[in-house]
């Protein structure tokens, strides 16, 4: 994926990690770039290193949590070809029962951060002229493979990427009629601060600029379920294929993951 391929990109939690990469990816001479997340000093590095690539890039602190802020970010964009919700916090049970607040706040970020930046985006789009391919915009949802496992360490979670994985895929089936496409994007494990924590294994680790590009290949595709890396995707949806019960026995056997800090 080069950059350039969409002049206007918006992308929430781009202060680091995978959001960092995808600005980063997007990131060239006359593309503007619209990227907010919660930390101001890595938000503004995030935005130099895209303004170093020839973008111009506005760094805006938000939380996704906060409806009418986010709103109020998408309509200040103007004319958006992509936004990427990207925002979402990681968190398991640390052996035990997962905390109350915790679930909230994944749920909170992770459904709500998503739908406060998808539905103002979608509502935008809508009303703006396609472009040559036909297409008004794109959303990008980003889930995760945990949302085919429903995982007892990180219940909370692997239920957020679910909803939204799902919620995106459906409602493609109707966007698409008036112009715009929505992608579930479901990666493995990227090498990010978020998952240097993960005590247990981490097959097909991989940086967060090879997810980015993969992100963003497939989103020029015109893939809905974008999903890597597929060995990791076959067995997430081979174990989530078996009873309820053999799958806890099976994760039992794993460190859980820490409960959010």
Known sequence: MTAGAWQSVAITGASSGLGRALAEACAGPGVTLHLSGRDAGRLEAAAAACRERGATACATVLDV???EATAA????????????????ISGG????TEPADQVQRIFATNVG???????????????????????????????????????????????????????????????????????????????????????????????????????????????????YPWPLYRAARCVGALPPSW?????????????LD
């Open 73 to 88: 970010w998408v309509r200040r964009a103007g004319r958006l070809d992509l936004v990427i919700a990207n925002a979402g």
């Open 113 to 227: 951060g998503v739908l406060n930046t998808a539905l103002p985006a979608i509502a935008a789009m809508a009303a703006q002229p396609a472009g040559a391919d036909g297409v008004r915009g794109r959303i990008a949802v980003i889930a995760s493979i945990a949302a085919f496992v429903a995982a007892p360490g990180a219940p909370a979670y692997c239920a957020s990427k679910s909803a939204v994985q799902r919620w995106a895929e459906a409602l493609d089936a109707t966007e698409r009629l008036r112009g715009v496409r929505l992608h579930a994007v479901c990666p493995g494990y990227v090498r990010t601060p978020m998952t240097a924590r993960n005590p247990f294994p981490m097959p097909f680790l991989m940086d967060a600029e090879e997810a980015a590009r993969r992100t963003l290949h497939g989103i020029a595709k015109g893939r809905l379920r974008v999903v």
């Open 65 to 67: 949590t906060d409806a």
């Open 93 to 96: 049970t640390g052996g035990t």
């Open 247 to 259: 799958r806890n026995a099976l994760f039992a056997r794993l460190p859980a993951k820490p409960a």
